[in-house]
């Protein structure tokens, strides 16, 4: 393991450590924890998509429940399908890739954490040329026994907006 990768899964322990602490001495959710998940998933995200998915499973856990809504459409992924071979190819579909993070709004309670953000990648995905990727991104967290995990992802690449008519043809297509 490379010293950043040691680096990263060090730091990524001590957030999920801090985040159980903090958070378990309230009712409601401080902006510390708030502030920690948006840092959370802007590190994690980005090293998905450098394609370190060792360093982005180090940083997030996912709920039992776990939904995921692509940004390629389709029938929603859940957790349970989320096996290793997955996940591997997922780690292997990004590769070379920065990211900066957007934050639009976040939204906290006691065992909930939402955030509405936009992500700005510059990556190489599915082995198409390198390229500017921006995907407007809904995570919700939640607090399971003290440690937060994902409990849902949806992303979509309409951050530059679409007509009427675009948007009716892809829901005549989804019928």
Excluded: C
């Amino acid at each position: 393991m490379s010293v950043s990768q040691r680096s990263v899964l060090a730091s990524a322990g001590a957030s999920l450590a801090y985040l159980e602490e903090a958070s378990a001495t309230s009712d409601a959710v401080s902006d510390e924890v708030v502030d920690h998940l948006i840092k959370l998933s802007e590190a994690s995200n980005g090293a998905l998509m450098r394609g370190n998915l060792a360093a982005y499973l180090s940083m997030i856990s996912f709920t039992d429940d776990f939904t995921l809504m692509s940004p390629f459409g389709g029938r929603p992924t859940r957790g349970h399908e989320l096996t290793s071979e997955r996940l591997e190819d997922m780690g292997r579909f990004f590769r070379h890739g920065t990211l900066k993070q957007e934050v639009v709004a976040a939204y906290g309670s006691q065992d909930m954490v939402v955030l509405a953000l936009i992500e700005r990648a510059t990556v190489e995905v599915g082995g198409l040329p390198k390229q500017e990727w921006a995907l407007r991104v809904t995570l919700a967290y939640r607090r399971e026994e003290g440690e937060w995990k994902l409990a849902h992802r949806h992303a979509d690449p309409l951050v530059g907006g679409i007509t009427l008519t675009q948007a009716a043809t892809l829901a005549e297509k989804a019928r």
